[in-house]
């Protein structure tokens, strides 16, 4: 007879169940292995707390905290945003990145009005609306096919910073070598180098951002991505307004600048040493089971490896996502899409304007939002409120031309969604992928993602003239208002809540498989939500699928996965049960990860 029961992970911290002795001597052979000598106490501190993230205040003899330090680690709970200004200043440099990268983005759209016919390619047959629908989807091609697969290996050569800076170059030639361009031929070829750029860009500007911010405020931090991307949107679109009446990673290993630098971006030496020994370990964890793969086969490992899978699926769903949403067809063609409303062309741009500024208005609430109601739950909320307001700006249409109202209440409705996508759909895809994959696969994890943002999106940018021409703006815009109720179910079943986790935390999030996360979301949370909001019981609970346990009243320790599932017969109570994988570990683990005997306990001088 089959039972009910709990799988509780024996391991839930790199550094769970090393002796304190064992740890402190190997912290001190680590810290003088690396050229951190001369940060040995603080780094046996740093340790401890690692070790013990909530019982700092606990910890005795030589290694026991100060005052000074224990108030730091508590204001880093009470202030999470107080934090170094050369951190908020790195966030701003990389925002700038995503202005740019939203710019770009838009730049097509106004010059849709103009360039088909400047380029002679302005008719009706199906050559001429294939051909501008390629232009416009050239950047996401050269993303999708180029930019992004050459993430990894560039990282792997020229570091975070390096990458970032070859993508600026791109991105800073090829849209004046567009604006130099005598034909379609090399217009179209000045875009798809602007998309090799975009896309090594924004598959490395997310990752950066992350992994420099506190796991408390990542969300907002992160999604400063898309939040200026938005602005970069609304200036692409000032500008067509303005214009429309014209005519194994190296720097992993890096210990001792990795340790300058999490000195300058963290308020207190204790934060920095901890953090450092804390990545250490996970990487000397994933080495261990991994090794040193190649390129080609960490990309492989995207879809063998059990959790790294689950960070691939998940990452595709929102993804494809926002291209299922409709944003990209608005953001590409809405200046055509007012225009065969019925409106003239500088009113189709000025309705284009106002759509970029409502993107970009609404952006800022995810600042707040995206950590404190987290990235699942956005999506949750946002998609259904996409949807009716897509098909209530497609209804619109059916409004006589004659009438004043027919362009207003469409561009009111496409106002609407922009309102319900700005702080859901928009900053989530690129904060929530560039944080669910390890460490050992995040270049060629957050390469995929983009790849796959950005495949549809030339999909999409190709596609969606031919299906403007065939179907109007009112099967257009019900055709992406039933996408956006199918991205619902997708986010429903197979995206799992990642708010306030550390990177490592995340490990045993997606340590838990699929079937059972869509098996708990079908069989509790939807009687729940019946009951709560439909039957309107204030009593309903909802067992929750984590348990992340804590151990004073402040602070999340290290987390404790609890599992529900199907006992097998005949076996133990607390064995592990056979639901199709094995959840006593992040699969990314070692075998030896159930006697807490892993790399980090046994660290070597390497380089």
Same mark, same amino acid.
């Given at each position: 007879?089959? /039972?009910?029961? /709990?799988?509780?992970?024996?391991?839930?911290?790199?550094?769970?169940?090393?002796?304190?002795?064992?740890?402190?001597?190997?912290?001190?052979?680590?810290?003088?292995?690396?050229?951190?000598? /001369?940060?040995?106490?603080?780094?046996?501190?740093?340790?401890?707390?690692?070790?013990?993230?909530?019982?700092?205040?606990?910890?005795?003899?030589?290694?026991?905290?100060?005052?000074?330090?224990?108030?730091?680690?508590?204001?880093?709970?009470?202030?999470?945003?107080?934090?170094?200004?050369?951190?908020?200043?790195?966030?701003?440099?990389?925002?700038?990145?995503?202005?740019?990268?939203?710019?770009?983005?838009?730049?097509?759209?106004?010059?849709?009005?103009?360039?088909?016919?400047?380029?002679?390619?302005?008719?009706?047959?199906?050559?001429?609306?294939?051909?501008?629908?390629?232009?416009?989807?050239?950047?996401?091609?050269?993303?999708?096919?180029?930019?992004?697969?050459?993430?990894?290996?560039?990282?792997?050569?020229?570091?975070?910073?390096?990458?970032?800076?070859?993508?600026?170059?791109?991105?800073?030639?090829?849209?004046?070598?567009?604006?130099?361009?005598?034909?379609?031929?090399?217009?179209?070829?000045?875009?798809?180098?602007?998309?090799?750029?975009? %896309?090594?860009?924004?598959?490395?500007?997310?990752?950066?951002?992350?992994?420099?911010?506190?796991?408390?405020?990542?969300?907002?931090?992160?999604?400063?991505?898309?939040?200026?991307?938005?602005?970069?949107?609304?200036? %692409?679109?000032?500008?067509?307004?303005?214009?429309?009446?014209?005519?194994?990673?190296? +720097?992993?290993?890096?210990?001792?600048?990795?340790?300058?630098?999490?000195?300058?971006?963290?308020?207190?030496?204790?934060?920095?040493?901890?953090?450092?020994?804390?990545?250490?370990?996970?990487?000397?964890?994933?080495?261990?089971?991994?090794?040193?793969?190649?390129?080609?086969?960490?990309?492989?490992?995207?879809?063998?490896?059990?959790?790294?899978?689950?960070? $691939?699926?998940?990452?595709?769903?929102?993804?494809?996502?926002?291209?299922?949403?409709?944003?990209?067809?608005?953001?590409?063609?809405?200046?055509?899409?007012?225009?065969?409303?019925? $409106?003239?062309?500088?009113?189709?741009?000025?309705?284009?304007?106002?759509?970029?500024?409502?993107?970009?208005?609404?952006?800022?609430?995810?600042?707040?939002?995206?950590?404190?109601?987290?990235?699942?739950?956005?999506?949750?909320?946002?998609?259904?409120?996409?949807? +009716?307001?897509?098909?209530?700006?497609?209804?619109?249409?059916?409004?006589?031309?004659?009438?004043?109202?027919?362009?207003?209440?469409?561009?009111?409705?496409?106002?609407?969604?922009?309102?319900?996508?700005?702080?859901?759909?928009?900053?989530?895809?690129?904060?929530?992928?560039?944080?669910?994959?390890?460490?050992?696969?995040?270049?060629?994890?957050?390469?995929?993602?983009?790849?796959?943002?950005?495949? +549809?999106?030339?999909?999409?940018?190709?596609?969606?003239?031919?299906?403007?021409?065939?179907?109007?703006?009112?099967?257009?815009?019900?055709?992406?208002?039933?996408?956006?109720?199918?991205?619902?179910?997708?986010?429903?079943?197979?995206?799992?809540?990642?708010?306030?986790?550390?990177?490592?935390?995340?490990?045993?999030?997606?340590?838990?498989?699929?079937?059972?996360?869509?098996?708990?979301?079908?069989?509790?949370?939807?009687?729940?939500?019946?009951?709560?909001?439909?039957?309107?019981?204030?009593?309903?609970?909802?067992?929750?699928?984590?348990?992340?346990? *804590?151990?004073?009243?402040?602070?999340?320790?290290?987390?404790?996965?609890?599992?529900?599932?199907? *006992?097998?017969?005949?076996?133990?109570?607390?064995?592990?049960?056979?639901?199709?994988?094995?959840?006593?570990?992040?699969?990314?683990?070692?075998?030896?990860?159930?006697?807490?005997?892993?790399?980090?306990?046994?660290?070597?001088?390497?380089?």
């Amino acid at each position: 007879m089959l /039972e009910e029961v /709990e799988l509780t992970p024996p391991i839930s911290n790199p550094l769970a169940g090393i002796s304190r002795e064992h740890l402190l001597g190997e912290v001190t052979r680590f810290s003088e292995c690396h050229g951190l000598a /001369e940060y040995v106490p603080l780094m046996r501190k740093g340790a401890l707390v690692a070790q013990n993230p909530t019982g700092f205040k606990d910890i005795e003899g030589p290694e026991a905290l100060n005052e000074e330090e224990i108030n730091a680690l508590r204001r880093e709970i009470t202030y999470k945003w107080k934090v170094p200004r050369l951190l908020y200043l790195t966030i701003i440099t990389c925002s700038i990145g995503a202005a740019v990268q939203g710019w770009d983005q838009e730049g097509s759209n106004g010059a849709n009005l103009s360039f088909p016919a400047q380029f002679d390619i302005g008719g009706d047959s199906d050559y001429d609306v294939v051909l501008v629908g390629l232009i416009n989807s050239a950047p996401y091609i050269g993303s999708a096919f180029i930019g992004c697969w050459l993430s990894d290996p560039l990282n792997n050569l020229f570091g975070r910073r390096g990458t970032i800076f070859i993508s600026a170059i791109f991105c800073l030639l090829t849209p004046i070598g567009g604006a130099l361009t005598q034909n379609w031929q090399q217009f179209l070829i000045s875009r798809i180098l602007l998309g090799i750029g975009m %896309g090594i860009k924004a598959s490395t500007v997310p990752i950066f951002a992350a992994e420099n911010s506190p796991a408390s405020i990542r969300g907002a931090l992160v999604m400063s991505w898309q939040l200026w991307t938005a602005f970069g949107i609304f200036l %692409g679109c000032s500008a067509n307004l303005a214009v429309g009446q014209v005519g194994r990673i190296a +720097w992993r290993r890096r210990y001792q600048d990795a340790m300058k630098s999490l000195l300058r971006l963290r308020n207190h030496p204790l934060q920095a040493a901890r953090d450092l020994y804390a990545i250490h370990a996970q990487v000397e964890i994933e080495d261990a089971a991994i090794g040193h793969s190649s390129y080609a086969k960490r990309l492989i490992q995207l879809f063998t490896i059990p959790r790294v899978r689950r960070a $691939t699926l998940a990452s595709f769903v929102v993804m494809i996502g926002q291209q299922m949403c409709g944003i990209n067809i608005i953001a590409f063609y809405s200046s055509t899409v007012f225009k065969e409303a019925g $409106t003239s062309d500088f009113n189709a741009l000025l309705a284009s304007w106002g759509f970029g500024l409502v993107n970009f208005i609404f952006a800022w609430p995810a600042i707040w939002t995206i950590d404190t109601f987290g990235r699942r739950s956005l999506l949750l909320f946002t998609f259904p409120n996409m949807a +009716w307001s897509l098909l209530a700006a497609g209804l619109c249409t059916l409004i006589p031309k004659q009438s004043n109202a027919h362009v207003g209440l469409v561009a009111l409705f496409v106002y609407v969604f922009a309102i319900f996508y700005s702080p859901g759909e928009g900053p989530v895809p690129f904060t929530y992928s560039a944080e669910v994959f390890p460490l050992s696969h995040r270049e060629v994890g957050m390469s995929w993602a983009v790849a796959t943002c950005l495949f +549809w999106a030339a999909v999409l940018s190709i596609s969606f003239p031919k299906v403007l021409a065939a179907t109007g703006v009112l099967g257009a815009f019900c055709l992406y208002a039933g996408f956006n109720i199918a991205a619902f179910i997708m986010i429903f079943l197979w995206m799992p809540e990642t708010k306030q986790r550390t990177l490592e935390e995340l490990d045993y999030v997606f340590a838990v498989p699929t079937s059972v996360f869509v098996k708990y979301n079908s069989t509790k949370v939807i009687p729940w939500w019946f009951k709560r909001h439909v039957l309107l019981r204030s009593d309903a609970t909802l067992e929750p699928l984590y348990h992340f346990d *804590k151990s004073d009243g402040t602070a999340s320790a290290p987390p404790s996965i609890v599992v529900r599932g199907d *006992k097998v017969a005949g076996s133990d109570k607390g064995a592990t049960v056979d639901i199709g994988d094995d959840v006593t570990a992040p699969e990314t683990q070692s075998s030896g990860a159930s006697t807490h005997k892993h790399p980090a306990a046994e660290d070597k001088c390497s380089t």
